[in-house]
């Protein structure tokens, strides 16, 4: 979706209102300064984006083959250059639904992530028309993950992993450009091979530079970190955190690897599957397991608990995969159901 900076606090006033040299409301000094930066960065990319704007109708340029695929904010299409023939995707959004704002914003994000093997690759042409704004990527043709996960199955072992290292990697890369992505989900991890080897990271419309304050707008989904959800820290909101994608890595890899959600809402005395996977947590007996993460073998425990460990301060970071890799994250035929006995 593309950048709704409304709801959005520039940090500067909480350093100010807090006055804390060394932690900011869970924020250093040094991580502000990144995420000061990157937000300055991004400015200056939507000023110079503002005026190489290429003002034309779309079909003018492109000839359209088909939807690729249609979001809340706007649509994807498969396009071909009407000189050159190549095949793109445009992503096309409204004038009545997207300022030009929000839309240099997720323009220039993408941008400015520069070439990584698993992010959509963006070019540089956007497009103002009589009642659209549109940027142009690299197409996708496999279409999404929510496709490949099979209801109560998830996806074979080799695929989990793969995908899990691959969103791991893209997002360190977000990261380390001072910037959280906050919308991993399903929908915006495209899919390149019908192995669903090779996956690659869209849609930065929520993506902002680490320590903005941001409050939850809507009601909570499984993706959502429980600090989120909780009353913000400042009467602004939360300073956002990388660790809010490593809990949203971490319920990705769970629906990937069962084919469920872990929980609908990380909400105590409201979700039952929440209250019981913390009650598993404290306590760390085999027969508080909930009944969801039946199947799955210690190494995917161990890192589960790390990317959903309730605590930012805590949860491991999204770099946390790597350690798990080549072992197994589910129980062989017959030992899951040992494992319930116990
Ligand atoms: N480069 C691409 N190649 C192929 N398909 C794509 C590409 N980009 C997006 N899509 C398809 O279009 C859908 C919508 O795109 P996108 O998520 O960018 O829109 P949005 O309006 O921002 O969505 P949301 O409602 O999640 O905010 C995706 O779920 C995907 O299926």
């Known amino acids: 979706m593309p950048g709704k900076q409304s709801e959005e606090e520039p940090l500067e006033e909480a350093a100010a209102e807090d ?21 300055l960065a991004l400015e200056d990319m939507m000023a110079l984006s503002a005026q190489t704007l290429v003002h034309a109708e779309v079909d003018e340029l492109y000839q359209e083959v088909r939807l ?29 639904s997207t300022s030009l704002r929000g839309f240099l914003y997720e323009f220039c994000v993408g941008l400015s992530l520069g070439a990584h093997s698993a992010i959509v690759a963006a070019y540089g042409i956007g497009i103002e028309s009589a009642n659209s704004y549109s940027f142009l990527t690299e197409p996708i043709l496999h279409g999404d993950l929510i496709a490949f996960i099979q209801p109560k199955v998830g996806l074979p072992l080799p695929a989990v992993q793969c995908c899990a290292t691959q969103l791991a990697s893209a997002l360190e890369h977000i990261h380390s450009h001072g910037l959280v992505y906050r919308d991993l989900k399903p929908e915006n991890v495209l899919v ?39 009353p913000p820290p400042l009467p602004e909101g939360l300073p956002i955190q990388p660790a809010l994608d490593a809990w949203a ?51 995917a425990d ?22 798990y890799l080549g072992q197994p994250w589910k129980q062989q035929e017959g030992e899951a159901e040992q494992l319930g006995k116990e």
């Open 19 to 39: 006055g804390a040299e060394e932690n900011l409301v869970g924020l250093t000094v040094e991580e502000m300064h990144q995420g000061q930066e990157a937000a």
């Open 249 to 299: 890595l971490g319920v990705l890899v769970f629906c990937l690897l069962t084919g469920y959600f872990p929980w609908d809402q990380p909400l105590v005395e409201v979700d039952p599957f929440y209250e019981d996977f913390l009650i598993w947590q404290s306590s760390g007996q085999p027969q508080d397991r909930p009944q969801p993460w039946f199947g799955l073998a210690p190494a």
């Open 302 to 323: 161990t890192l589960l608990w790390g990317l959903l460990d309730p605590h930012p301060q805590r949860r491991s970071p999204v770099c946390a995969i790597k350690g």
């Open 68 to 96: 690729l695929g249609q979001g809340r904010f706007g649509r994807v299409l498969l396009v071909t250059h009407r000189q050159k023939g190549t095949a793109l995707a445009l992503k096309q959004l409204p004038k009545k």
């Open 192 to 230: 390149y091979d019908p192995a669903c080897w090779h996956v690659k990271l869209t849609d930065f419309g929520h993506t902002r530079p680490r320590g903005t304050l941001l409050r939850l707008t809507g009601p909570p989904i499984p993706y959502t970190a429980p600090e989120l959800c909780a």
